[in-house]
């Protein structure tokens, strides 16, 4: 039986389920905070590490330490700046070892020992701690020149309010298979936001209600690996062309590990095979500088069948299904062969609609899609029992 499964028979609330419980703690104090905290347990997930770009103020760090909150993990959280020395990060010289000739670091409570890290402003690292952090980030590896430890880092996470526009920190860079550009709330979410940053400011933040460690961590991550991924990989090679084609250019690197990331997000979303909604996931995997952001957004919505392609799709649908409703209303009684044909042909566009919807319901599994093609099923059926009554002269 593969992992999975077992995760979900094991338990009978289903270990799956605790990712939904996750994203709901980790979202909870925040406002419209909900593509961040997906980021940062995909992250989880993948044993990959994320960066969270974005204007000051708009809780990238907040988010951050949430998290860590909720994993009863080994946590190093650090404030860069460009005089960062490398005994901050690493830890300092043994002095008395020193005295003998030898370079030994302290390692205890500093990052090496590490297994969720967060740098906030990360993009300060200086060349003094860049090529180590290369190193702990890649390959897991700490290594400053004297000594060289295995390291048991899961994810760093990092913070900036901008992408790094130097080329040395380029390979940083690279090293963050998830980024995501955080936005301040819209405008409609800036009376909920009163109210939580009031909550906050009061309060504090809210106690977790759920604490995961490292051995659930391990099963749900192992379990990303047993997700089916033969729907989508096509698909996956055809945006790749796509995006390229486009100026956005991933490296090898980050194409490679992108299936990683679709996988966890089948498992996000309770599946155990990926469908095509999941490749939504490169916009976290794809951008580089700030417009690609929005650049891989469009594309992906032009690209995917996402449910918010098909809920626009069927907001068109609603709304010509209204116009054709009031069309219909004006129409005179049934007094020629001209309109009873023209009823006829409306009658049959509004099936073919129908169907069109329906089918629709197929493609996707989300619940918001469905309910709202119900919703439209129910009005076109009720407009094509008006045409029915209109023909037959009631
Ligand atoms: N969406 C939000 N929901 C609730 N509170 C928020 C939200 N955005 C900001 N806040 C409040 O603003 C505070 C500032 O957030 P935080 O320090 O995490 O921002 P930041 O993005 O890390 O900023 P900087 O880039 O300056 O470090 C948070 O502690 C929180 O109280
Ligand atoms: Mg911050």
């Known amino acids: 039986m593969s992992t999975a499964k077992r995760l979900d028979n094991q338990h009978g609330n289903s ?6 419980k996750l994203l709901m703690e980790l979202t909870k104090p925040f406002v419209g905070r909900e593509e961040e905290a997906k980021v940062i347990l995909l992250a989880l997930l993948t044993r990959e590490h994320a960066a969270l770009i974005g204007e000051p103020g708009t809780a990238k760090s907040a988010l951050i330490r949430r998290a860590a909150q909720l994993l009863d993990m080994k946590c190093f959280i650090y404030l860069l700046t460009k005089y960062t020395e490398p005994a901050e990060l690493f830890g300092p010289l043994d002095i008395n070892a020193l005295k003998e000739g030898k370079y030994v670091r302290i390692t205890s409570n500093k990052l090496p020992e590490a297994e969720i890290v967060f740098l906030d402003e990360i993009f300060k690292a200086n ?3 860049l090529n180590t952090l290369l190193t702990i980030m890649n390959e897991r590896l700490f290594y400053d020149g004297y000594t060289e430890i295995r390291v048991s880092l899961w994810s760093l ?8 526009q130097e080329p040395e920190l380029e390979a940083l860079y690279d090293r963050f298979l998830l980024r995501h550009y955080v936005k301040p709330v819209s405008d409609e979410l800036w009376k909920s936001l009163l109210k939580k940053a009031w909550e906050i400011e009061k309060n504090g933040y809210p106690k977790p209600e759920i604490v995961i460690d490292k051995s659930v961590l391990q099963k749900l991550q192992s379990a990303v690996f047993e997700v089916d991924l033969s729907g ?3 698909k996956l090679l055809k945006l ?4 390229e084609s486009k100026n956005i250019h991933l490296t090898d690197r980050r194409k490679g590990k992108a299936l990683k990331v679709i996988a966890a997000n089948a498992l996000l979303n309770g ?9 939504i996931i490169l916009k976290f995997v794809a951008p580089h500088d700030i417009d690609d952001f929005e650049k891989v957004n469009i594309i992906l919505a032009e690209e995917l069948k996402t449910p918010y392609k098909y809920l626009r799709e069927l907001e068109e649908i609603q709304m010509s299904v ?3 409703g009031n069309y219909i209303a004006s129409f005179p009684v049934v007094n020629s062969r001209f309109v009873e044909y023209r009823l006829l042909e409306i009658y049959r ?9 329906l089918s629709m319901v197929k493609e996707t599994e989300d619940e918001s899609v469905h309910k709202k093609a119900m919703e439209v099923v129910e009005q076109i059926n009720e407009l094509l029992e008006k045409i029915r009554r209109k023909i037959e002269g009631r």
């Open 15 to 20: 270990d799956l389920g605790i990712l939904q």
């Open 157 to 164: 996470f990092g913070a900036s309010n901008e992408v790094p």
């Open 127 to 129: 060349s003094a701690i």
């Open 322 to 324: 209204r116009e054709v």
């Open 349 to 357: 566009d509004l099936e073919s609609t129908r169907d069109r919807v």
């Open 240 to 243: 790749f062309s796509i995006l």
């Open 271 to 279: 599946r155990l095979k990926a469908v095509e909604e999941d490749l």
């Open 232 to 234: 989508v990989e096509a």
